[in-house]
């Protein structure tokens, strides 16, 4: 990605706010690519960005970028964006398969029952006493 590519963004960054930038900008829906570098021009961190690495990498990218932060005054993060509007954030994460908890209502469910005395399937889990005699 060349410098004069209009989806490219290069900020200084004080080392003290490295980590709530970083932390933002993670946020941002139209973000592909952060590389973190000195003022060197040395790459010390590069960061792909998707869905996954924001849901389940975060705390650990978080736990580099605030270490490298304490250690060093000055950095330059560089943004690379995907074609879209610029500086517009994720929405909530929600369920892709169906109804989120919000939206679901669960007051007036029964569980299900497995015999004639309203013994539940929870009940009886793990306990081999459901299964028939004999085998």
């Known amino acids: 990605m060349e ?25 941002q829906n139209n973000v592909r690519r952060l590389m ?35 250690t060093l005054p000055g950095f330059r993060v560089v943004i690379l964006r995907t074609e879209q509007t610029r500086r517009t954030t994720m929405p ?5 398969l169906g109804a989120t908890e919000d939206q ?9 029952r497995i015999d004639n ?3 539940r399937v929870e009940d009886l889990a793990g306990t081999g006493e459901h299964d028939a005699p004999g085998g």
């Open 3 to 27: 410098k004069h590519d209009p989806g490219y963004e290069e900020v200084r960054v004080r080392g003290v706010d490295l980590a709530p930038r970083v932390g933002d900008l993670l946020r």
């Open 36 to 70: 973190i570098r000195n003022d060197h021009e040395s790459t010390l961190l590069e960061i792909p960005v998707s869905q996954a690495t924001v849901e389940t990498g975060l705390p650990s990218v978080m736990a580099a970028v605030s270490a490298m932060g304490a």
């Open 92 to 96: 909530a994460a929600t369920s892709q």
């Open 104 to 112: 679901m209502n669960t007051r007036q469910m029964v569980a299900q």
């Open 117 to 119: 005395r309203g013994t």
